[in-house]
């Protein structure tokens, strides 16, 4: 088996600093100063690791990406063949469910951001369109008969009221709040009921 290169072990590190600093004080107040303090590294080695600002930026852009596109693929998979959408409701909004939310707040940190780095655009909507793809996936299998317009509606309500419970981690929301949204996803994909 050959030993784990040091450059990649180190660049997920330092990347992995950057995304909590992203999450923690916007993409702006994500200083080389922060990052490097946060890896344990000194600030020329994100140079030597990441390259320049601009660098650090396309790579944290493809880092947020690949963990938001690694937890839609494992979401897709854990509702393969025959998910159901309270089960896609559950696996959402259970605490249990392994879950970053330094990914979603990185993320959300960086569509603000879009104007000043307009190549972030479109990586980050199509990583958001596979999400919706698979709320979609699951709620038109429940309800093969509802019109796809209302299909897609649902899949948007169901997708805003997860990021918005992700979007609230730093007040940290009393317990009830997760709940409450979880209840709002499974009356918002109830409503297809009526429909179908």
């Known amino acids: 088996m050959p030993r784990p290169n040091l450059k990649d072990q180190r660049?997920?590190?330092i990347l992995d600093a950057y995304?909590?600093?992203?999450?923690?004080?916007?993409?702006?107040?994500?200083?080389?100063?922060?990052?490097?303090?946060?890896?344990?590294?000194?600030?020329?080695?994100?140079?030597?690791?990441?390259?320049?600002?601009?660098?650090?930026?396309e790579a944290l852009i493809a880092y947020v990406v690949d963990r938001f596109?690694?937890?839609?693929?494992?979401?897709?998979?854990?509702?393969?063949?025959?998910?159901?959408?309270?089960?896609?409701?559950?696996?959402l909004f259970d605490k249990a469910t392994p879950n970053d939310p330094r990914v979603m707040l990185a993320y959300q940190s960086l569509v603000t951001s879009v104007a000043e780095h307009p190549t972030m655009r479109q990586p980050l909507?199509?990583?958001?369109a596979q999400f919706l793809d698979v709320i979609e996936l699951v709620l038109r299998r429940a309800y093969p008969d509802v019109s796809a317009i209302r299909i897609?509606?649902?899949?948007?309500?169901?997708?805003?009221?997860?990021?918005?419970?992700?979007?609230?981690t730093p007040l940290n929301p009393p317990e009830a709040w997760r709940e409450e949204?979880?209840?709002?996803?499974l009356i918002l994909a109830s409503s297809l009921e009526a429909r179908a």
């Open 69 to 91: 596109a690694a937890a839609t693929i494992s979401l897709r998979d854990a509702l393969e063949p025959a998910g159901m959408p309270t089960d896609l409701i559950g696996l």
């Open 11 to 13: 660049s997920e590190q």
């Open 19 to 57: 995304l909590t600093c992203v999450a923690r004080f916007g993409l702006e107040g994500a200083t080389q100063e922060r990052i490097a303090a946060e890896a344990g590294v000194k600030r020329p080695i994100l140079r030597h690791y990441l390259g320049n600002k601009d660098q650090m930026v």
């Open 125 to 128: 909507v199509d990583s958001l």
């Open 152 to 168: 897609r509606a649902v899949a948007q309500g169901i997708s805003a009221t997860y990021v918005n419970l992700d979007s609230l």
């Open 181 to 185: 949204l979880k209840q709002a996803a």
